[in-house]
């Protein structure tokens, strides 16, 4: 057996998250634990949704407004070519379309 292994207990001891033995569950080497703080508040007291609404509206305009100069001119440089591109099919099967088209055919 490897000394390291003789020092961790043996070969089948849980190693623990930085590679020190730590004892058995729930003895966890007689490491005394300081600086550790715990907050709570009663699940009674809890307001999950407080100002929801508010900072919804909020954050949404302030998102919209950062990312409109990326999304918007595509948008609109597609919507142009588009309405372009369906006038000029309407065109080119119109009467005086197949007729220009015939001439240089």
């Not at 007689?30 to 909020?58: C, E, M, W």
Request: proline content about 6%.
């Amino acid at each position: 057996m490897r000394p390291t292994q003789a020092l961790r207990g043996g070969a089948d001891v849980p190693v623990g998250r930085y590679s020190k033995y730590l004892g058995h569950w729930g003895h966890f080497g007689n490491i005394k634990q300081r600086g550790i703080i715990t907050y709570s508040l009663s699940p009674n007291k809890q307001n999950p949704f407080a100002g929801a609404a508010h900072d919804a509206v909020f954050n949404t305009f302030r998102r919209f407004r950062a990312q409109v100069l990326y999304v918007a001119p595509p948008f609109i440089f597609a919507y142009f070519a588009m309405a372009w591109c369906t006038e000029r099919n309407h065109y080119l099967n119109s009467k005086a379309g197949r007729k220009e088209n015939a001439d240089s055919a």
